[in-house]
């Protein structure tokens, strides 16, 4: 009986928690979406989850995330209903992509970085600010 208690309690918390969770990316091209996604989408955790973990990039999904907060609410459902666009994929080496692409609400041409670091692909978000390979 004490068992059953123990296990009926971790499925009810396991089945509350807030926490997210997102399939590693299996090539440039799947972070690259995944990320770009989690942006139109208003889903910061998600675009987090896909983007290199240094402080230059949090401050940039930071304010990237306060300028997407401070959007209506049609703009921003605009936003998350777009489309992404791929214009192209230009692979610069095995472990480093950028891709060129729009959206379909703003079409506005714009660019990230995809790197393979340790077994993963994440997005070097602060290449699209700063356009440094």
Known sequence: MKYAFIIFCSIIFSSCSNEKSYPKAENALDAGREFIDGCLKGDFTKAAFYMTDDPRNKDLLATQQKNYSAKSKPEQ?????????????????????????????????????????????????????????
């Open 77 to 133: 459902q605009e936003y998350f209903n777009a489309s992404i666009i791929i214009i192209e994929d230009a692979v610069v080496n095995d472990s480093t992509h950028i891709i060129n692409y729009h959206n379909s609400y703003d079409k506005t041409g714009r660019k990230v970085k995809v790197v393979l670091h340790n077994d993963l692909w994440q997005v070097d978000f602060k290449y699209t600010f700063d356009g440094n390979l």
